[in-house]
C-alpha cells in the first residue's frame, strides 16, 4: 500500500477542478448541466449514509434551496443547492446504493445535474474550502 500523502489518514479530498459552498457541496461548472455533490469532509462528517431523497428531474431549485435529503445513522441533513436552475438529473444509484456518496463522493457518488441559470454563482476555489474545513 502507498503511504503517500493522499493515503493518510484525515486527509480530506478536495480536487482543485472543482467550486465548493460553505454548505460544503460541490460543483462541476465546467460541463453541461453542472454536476453537483456533497464533499468528502461532509460525507466525513455524516458517517455511513443509509438514504438519499433526491429532487425530481425537471424541478426548479434556486441557490439557498434544499433540495437533496441525506440521512446517516448520526443525522438527517440537506444538501443546500449553490446554484440556480432546473435539475436534468439525478443520480438514482445513490438512492440505491447511498454508500456510493461515502466512498466517491467526487465520481459515482454525484446527486444531480443542473441547467444552471445565467447567474454567477458565488463559490469558494478549493483553496477557500480547504481553509474553512481546517479551522
Not at 8 to 17: A, F, K, N, Y
Not at 105 to 128: C, R, V
Amino acid at each position: 500500500m502507498s503511504t503517500d500523502e493522499t493515503d493518510r489518514p484525515g486527509r480530506i479530498d478536495v480536487p482543485e477542478q472543482l467550486s465548493y459552498s460553505q454548505e460544503h457541496a460541490w460543483i462541476d461548472d465546467s460541463v453541461d448541466p453542472a454536476v453537483i455533490g456533497i464533499t468528502e469532509y461532509a460525507a466525513d462528517q455524516l458517517g455511513e449514509l443509509v438514504y438519499v431523497d433526491l429532487p425530481e428531474v425537471g424541478d426548479t431549485v434556486q441557490a439557498g434551496d434544499e433540495v437533496v435529503e441525506l440521512e446517516s445513522s448520526k443525522a438527517v441533513q440537506p444538501l443546500v443547492s449553490p446554484v440556480a436552475g432546473v435539475v436534468r438529473a439525478v443520480n438514482t444509484e445513490v438512492s440505491d446504493d447511498p454508500a456510493l456518496v461515502n466512498n466517491d463522493p467526487y465520481g459515482e457518488g454525484w446527486l444531480i445535474k443542473i441547467a444552471l441559470d445565467d447567474n454567477e454563482p458565488d463559490m469558494l476555489t478549493s483553496e477557500e474550502y480547504t481553509r474553512i474545513i481546517q479551522s
